[in-house]
T-cell receptor, first 111, second 113 residues
Framework: EDQVTQSPEALRLQEGESSSLNCSYTVSGLRGLFWYRQDPGKGPEFLFT???AGEEKEKERLKATLTKKESFLHITAPKPEDSATYLC????????????FGKGTRLSVIA | DSGVTQTPKHLITATGQRVTLRCSPR?????VYWYQQSLDQGLQFLIQYYNGEERAKGNILERFSAQQFPDLHSELNLSSLELGDSALYFC????????????FGEGSRLTVL
């Protein structure tokens, strides 16, 4: 069974204090690993897709990286507007498989 | 704004009742997905439709059913509601079936009393 575990569950940072969120996964052949951002009361918003180990994607203060067993979302010099829950999801290669989501990391950035 | 519209935004009902949640996908998207989000379980996949046909099924209860209509909007029907069905229900859409890049609506918050 495909599984995604995210850590920590919650993270509180001072503005400008860089850190990383972890996503560990097990999947029967990875088609893709996806990062989403979810603001309170809103639906998840797509951020990145990673397909193979060693791949990196960047967007503003966020950088996502991928290994064969985990992905990291690095947040550099975060701002209060980066506060949100970050969700990681995997999709298996076989057939028309849906995304399997982790429970997310709730990030709070304090000014 | 993702372009995916869900109604109603909030719904309060009693145990044993039946409700229908509605979703209009982004213009041009043929695939619709339904997810349930609760505090302890996270986002759980329920069911996927592509151009009117069921494509994939997750851990959807027998009391729940869904369909996608010719105009591509979708409805999720929840019946014989229990307290544990209280959750956020999200609809998402994508251009192609099986895409991992999903566009989510803002959700329907269901409270069962």
């Amino acid at each position: 069974e495909d599984q995604v575990t995210q850590s920590p569950e919650a993270l509180r940072l001072q503005e400008g204090e860089s850190s990383s969120l972890n996503c560990s996964y097990t999947v029967s052949g990875l088609r893709g690993l996806f990062w989403y951002r979810q603001d309170p009361g809103k639906g998840p918003e797509f951020l990145f897709t990673l397909y193979s180990a060693g791949e990196e994607k960047e967007k503003e203060r966020l950088k996502a990286t991928l290994t064969k067993k985990e992905s990291f979302l690095h947040i550099t010099a975060p701002k209060p507007e980066d506060s949100a829950t970050y969700l990681c999801a995997v999709q298996a290669r076989s057939g028309n498989t849906p995304l399997v989501f982790g429970k997310g990391t709730r990030l709070s950035v304090i000014a | 704004d993702s372009g995916v519209t869900q109604t109603p935004k909030h719904l309060i009902t009693a145990t044993g009742q039946r409700v229908t949640l509605r979703c209009s996908p982004r213009s041009g998207d043929l695939s619709v997905y339904w997810y349930q989000q609760s505090l302890d379980q996270g986002l759980q996949f329920l069911i996927q439709y592509y151009n009117g046909e069921e494509r994939a099924k997750g851990n959807i209860l027998e009391r729940f059913s869904a369909q996608q209509f010719p105009d591509l909007h979708s409805e999720l029907n929840l019946s014989s509601l229990e307290l544990g069905d209280s959750a956020l229900y999200f609809c998402a859409s994508s251009v192609v079936a099986g895409s991992g890049e999903l566009f989510f609506g803002e959700g329907s918050r269901l409270t069962v009393l």
